[in-house]
Every structure is written in structure tokens, then in C-alpha cells.
């Protein structure tokens, strides 16, 4: 059984290392969010400047 636990790929997160049953663990995945969130709504603060709008 010892074996079987040693082939088996222990899961972790590809972020930050740490074990994780996902790709990218939960606080990761927040974290993520959150600077894509503040990065939108710079981006909508500044206007699009394909259409004249500041």
C-alpha cells in the first residue's frame, strides 16, 4: 500500500505550492480575482480610448 501512496502525485496549488485539491487553491483563486477586478475597473475609470472618451 506504502507504494501506491509514493507513485500517487500529491495535488498542489499552481500559484502558490501549497497542497490543494484544485489546480489553484481557494485563497488563490480569490486573490486572482480580486486584482483582475481592481484591474477592470481601472481600465472602465480611464475610458476606452478607441472612442474619444475620457
Do not use: N
Not at 26 to 37: F, N, P, T, V, Y
Amino acid at each position: 500500500m506504502e507504494e501506491k501512496k509514493k507513485k500517487e502525485k500529491e495535488h498542489v496549488c499552481s500559484i502558490c505550492g501549497k497542497p490543494s485539491e484544485t489546480v489553484i487553491c481557494h485563497a488563490c483563486e480569490d486573490k486572482i480575482r480580486g486584482e483582475a477586478l481592481e484591474k477592470k475597473k481601472e481600465v472602465e475609470k480611464a475610458g476606452r480610448t478607441d472612442t474619444g472618451r475620457r
